[in-house]
Antibody, heavy 119, light 104 residues
């Protein structure tokens, strides 16, 4: 079965660091770009960025560039999203998703990671 | 940036009804739009890509179409399992619509 499995829910304080992960299985991980999205009740679904696990080429949303770091390890079939200093506004559900080979649509999604940032 | 405006935000229909959801792009995006279904507490699921291509495994009662910058998702005969929120996503900068909540 083709799937992406994300790490568990996180409760953090403002200013703390965090790294969440997304592990693929059932397909050749390097053959598909992996995207990160976030979802909040107020702003809906937002694209954060996209990484090619084969060569770590990364595209960031201009609105979020500099606020997060995306990485991938093809040998572990894993991608990550990292913050160095969390803010309350980072509270959201984060999804990783697999980009179709020849379309900018996302056919496989992780189950989501809930990140709560609160003092 | 190209934006997409999705309507309606909420839709109430009966089992068996034909349901239509619309996304309008601010500029031409050709056929580059996808549709997703999301149920509460779950991840989005791809239904349609490239405006009208049905994703593998998706029931044929779902279809997509395009007329200029207006895109439509149609459910030909609404089923109880279709209760969900539906999003469009344009390929340019991966912008998502605001969602349409479909209720029975």
């Amino acid at each position: 079965e083709v799937q992406l499995v994300q790490s568990g829910a996180e409760l953090k304080k403002p200013g703390e660091s965090l790294k969440i992960s997304c592990k693929g299985s059932g397909y050749s991980f390097g053959d598909h770009w992996i995207a990160w999205m976030r979802q909040t009740p107020g702003k809906g679904l937002e694209w954060i960025g996209l990484i090619n696990p084969s060569d770590s080429d990364i595209r960031y949303s201009p609105a979020l560039q500099g606020q997060v770091t995306i990485s991938a390890d093809k040998s572990f079939s894993s991608a990550s999203l990292e913050w160095s200093s969390l803010k309350a506004s980072d509270t959201a559900t984060y999804f990783c998703a697999r980009r179709k080979v020849d379309q900018d649509a996302f056919d496989i999604w992780g189950q989501g990671t809930v990140v709560t940032v609160s003092s | 940036d190209i934006q997409v405006t999705q309507s309606p935000s909420t839709l109430s229909a009966s089992i068996g009804d034909r349901v239509t959801i619309t996304c309008r792009a601010t500029l031409s995006i050709s056929y580059w739009l996808a549709w997703y279904q999301q149920k509460p507490g779950k991840a989005p699921k791809l239904l349609i890509y490239k405006a009208s291509a049905l994703e593998s495994g998706v029931p044929s009662r779902f279809s997509g179409s395009r007329s200029g910058t207006e895109f439509t998702l149609t459910i030909t005969s609404l089923q109880p399992d279709d209760v969900a929120t539906y999003f469009c996503q344009q390929y340019n900068s991966y912008v998502f619509g605001g969602g349409t909540k479909v209720e029975i």
